[in-house]
């Protein structure tokens, strides 16, 4: 099943192809593209005429919102897999439905050693960050030093 009229499809990837030059610009769903997103990671992107509901396969892997009063939605990558999100109508007409990839961040370095893996997030420079595939003990390391920065911004603010 097809999102739009052959015209209508032509202008959105037009337009997606183009939305280089706006960055704010949400990207146009077509559902001869897979939607990628990053891994901890959101998107915005634009839903067909009509949408009301939507389904996503696998919520282990991504996760959907649709945004109030617009016709655009938020998807957030959860964890490395292939999904599909399916749109619905008011009557439960199905208008849509797109592939969704979730991939690691291009910003991580992983760092192996021996059975033992860490992820570093390196923008420009590199500063410990948490993977789904990382070491436990690793990432519970990290996860605690987070816990630890928010808790001491928090407390400072009051």
Sequence with gaps: MSFFTPLLRGALLFAAATAGFDAAAPEAIADEQAIRVDIDYARVVKLPQGAQT??????????????????????????????NLIVLDRTGEQVGESIVTVVPAEDKVIVQRGPHRESLSCNPKCAKAVDLADDVQYMNTVIDAVRQHDSAATSTRR
């Design 54 to 83: 939507l389904v996503i396969g696998n919520p282990l892997i991504a996760d959907v919102t649709m945004l109030k009063n617009s016709q655009l939605m938020v998807i957030t990558g959860k964890s490395f897999g292939t999904t």
